[in-house]
Structures are given as C-alpha cells and as structure tokens.
C-alpha cells in the first residue's frame, strides 16, 4: 500500500479514511485508479476536455453491504469524496470524481436475492445480461435496459441512466413502477440503510450516486418473448419515420425497439455492412416471433423491404442488434469520425412527424438524424439521439436553442450536473431535499448537483 499523505488542499484524510476500512479491497495503483475514474463522457468533446484531468486517489471495492457500511462510517469521519461506480458505461461523467478521494466498485455486490413472479431483487452491483439470464430461467425478462447491457450494471443504469430497449412500451426509468425498491446506505454521521419504495425510489433514480449508495433494487419483469432483430430499408428518411410511428403504435404487435436511422449513420455499423443498403434509411426494430408476419405487412404497405431477421443473440460471439441503437450508435460513429458528438431530443407528440422533418431540413448534412420511439406521459413519442458534426461548443448551444425554439425540448448531455442536464429526463422527486438528510457533508459525488451546498 501506498503511503497517501493527508490532502490539505481539499481538506480530507485519504490515509486516516484506508486505515479505517482496513480489510476492504483497495486499488492505488496509478493506472487503474485512472482507468476506474473515467466512463465515455469521451462522447461529449466538450465534457471530455472538462474532465481530461479529473480522476479518484484510490478505489475502494465492497465485497457486501457491510463493507459499504465500512466506507461510508470512514468517509463521514475523515471528509472523504466518494462516486459510485458500476460497468462505467455512463456517458456524463457520472462515474469521474471532481474533487478527487474514492471511488467505489460495486461490482463484488453481484448476487440475485430472489426471483417472483413479475419481479426480481438484486445486489447493485450485477450486470443487467445476468439478471436476464436468470429471470428467462422461469419465463420473465427485465421492461428495458440500455444498449451496454452486456456491460452495463443494473445499480448504474438506476442511478445513471434513463431508458433504454423496452421503453417503446414501459417509458423511462423514473415512470411509477419501473423501480419498486431501492436498499441504500446514507452518508450521514450515522451512516445506516434506509429502504425506499415505489415513488420514494425517484429520490436515487438518475441522481449519479449523490443521494445514497445502491446496495440492492427490486425491478419489475415482463413476459419474455422469443425476439428477432430486424432491419427495414427504406428510400428516405421521412418514409422510416413513418414505418417507425406506426409500429410504436401499433398495440397489437409486440415489440421491444423501434429505432428509425438516416444514412449514413447505418455505414457505421461495420458488423452489419452487408444488412443494411447503401444510401438507404433504415429503421431497425426487435419484434416478438409471433408479430413478424403482421410486421411484414406494414413494411410492405409502406414501401419498406426487411433486409434482415434473425433471432436475437446475446452469447459472447454474438452481436445482438440493439447495439446498434440508443448510445452505442455515437460509439460507433466515433471509430470512423472523432468530431462527431451527438444530443438528445424529445419531439412534441402533437406534431411529431412534422417536428422531425422540420429539424432534418434545418441542419442538413450537420445533423444525421437517429431517432428511439419511447412512451413518455402515457404517449408514444420520440427521442432524439441525433449525430452532429461537432466544431465548437458555442455552435452545440446554437443548435439546442434552434431545437427547443421549435418546441423541441433538449436535454443536454454535454453537462455532469444534473439540474443543467436532465431536463424531461429528470425525476418529480426532491432529490435536492433527500440529498441533505441522507449526505449533509456533500461527500457523495461531489460537485454534481449544483444546487447542494454541504453543511
């Protein structure tokens, strides 16, 4: 171990805080340290120039709730900053500390504590495929997840993430319901466990780890079903939107993802070149076994052609197709082009097709739409996840502006703080009120709700 000096310049003890959770697995190897401070804010230029230089002293890796207990009591004592950390697949900066001290692996934290009918309770710290796999065992499968998740732990997306493959049909993570129960340890002088339920969950759910740590989350399940990945090509952009509109609302076919594309973005995705047509729009969808011949209807009624339907596979030799949607498109543009970015959009319902062309002939080849059919306020509407062709943040603002001027709502993923982020994806709750009873000191990810000032 390391000999970790007590940092005067931000006032905590870092050797007095390791002394205290002697036992606790510790990693100070400079390295790795730096690799677990980082998740792919990289997404964001702007973001990635802000935290280029930000990184933890040491991590910190629970083997159970106790040890979590541990680090909290040690933190509160000594001042420590503590972010909590998951897969690293957030793409905010959710996972990078600002002020130095501790991160917190969770991912020891990996146990499935039971599995009922409709539900399942869990450690945080278990990645999202494991829990599928089990719950499938006995006919279920998690509402949604984000397209990490393979990768992707099911503590991270509560706490850091929005929606994801399913939220076609059950909304956003923060929608009553999608998160039944939260176990989450306080940073207060007597560090504790409190027990959240249905709304009271909203306190933890896209807070970034700054009002709690996750120890364990009961979510609700859906009825599995045997998917298919599907790719349909169409001549132009407005023509998938349109095949994409109606599958979302189409009640009677059962899908999973409906995720309209202009190309070139589907150039992109190397794995599937020879699936998806050149200089064709494509919307790529997962549709249950027994809606694929009504599906094939629809596509044909509109002009479409489906170029590819497969079962989904999630194996490790398998390239399941949702990774080609929701964030792991920006990824995939980036291995061919570092100057593009992306932004994340919400369409007005009551003009949603209209809106999208409207943003489309405005920004022409600077903005490559990509679009993911969501529920939202118990509506079928779209969010944006449009690629842009960065040059400067000034110009990123610029087209925000000229997006909500249009009644189209942003939420800025070029931020790490929540208010100035999340905008329709934030909670109803008072997590600002939360965060000063359950974390005082301001030790929980600190810096990244702008509105809290430590006691």
Known sequence: MRNHPRNAARDFDLAGFIAAIDGVPVIDNPGEVRLKSKDYSWFSPILKDILRDKNADVVVC????????????????????????????????????LN????????????????KPGKVRVQAGIKLIDIDNEVRKSGWELRMHPSTK????????????????????????????????????????????????????????????????????????????????????VDDFANAVRIGHQLALADGLVKKLVTPMAWPIPSYFTHFKSEFPRDRSCVIAMIAEPSLSPLKSLVAAEGGEITYCVPSEEGPDSRPLYE?????????????????????????????????AEIRALFQDELMPHLEFIRYNGRVQVSGL??????????????????????????????????????HRGTDADQLSFKRKVDPYGLLNPGKMRGFTPA
């Open 100 to 115: 130095g001290g501790a991160v917190i692996d969770m991912t020891a934290l990996n146990a499935i504590q039971w599995v």
């Open 324 to 356: 080609c949607t929701w964030n792991h498109t920006t990824l995939h543009a980036l291995k061919f082009d570092r100057k593009i970015t992306y932004l994340q959009s919400l369409y007005p319902a009551e003009r949603l097709e209209a809106a999208i």
């Open 386 to 423: 449009h690629l842009i062709r960065y040059t400067s943040a000034a110009r990123v603002k610029e087209i925000f502006a000229m997006h909500e001027a249009r009644g189209v709502m942003i939420a800025d993923p070029h931020v790490f703080t929540l208010e100035d982020g999340t905008r």
């Open 150 to 233: 393979r990768m992707a732990t099911v503590g991270g997306f509560v706490a850091g993430g929005s929606g994801g493959v399913g939220s076609v049909n059950h909304g956003y993570l923060r929608e009553l319901g999608n998160v039944l129960g939260a176990r989450v340890v306080t940073f207060d002088d007597e560090p504790r466990i409190v027990e959240l339920r249905d709304t009271d969950t909203l306190t933890i759910n896209h807070a970034f780890g700054t009002t709690g740590i996750i120890t364990e989350l009961e979510m609700p399940l859906a009825a599995a079903w045997p998917w298919f990945d599907v790719i349909i090509a």
């Open 62 to 97: 629970p083997r159970n709730e106790e040890d979590v207990l541990r680090i909290a009591r040690a933190a509160v004592r000594h001042r420590v900053p503590i972010t909590a950390r998951g897969g690293g697949t957030g793409n905010y900066g959710q996972a990078t500390p």
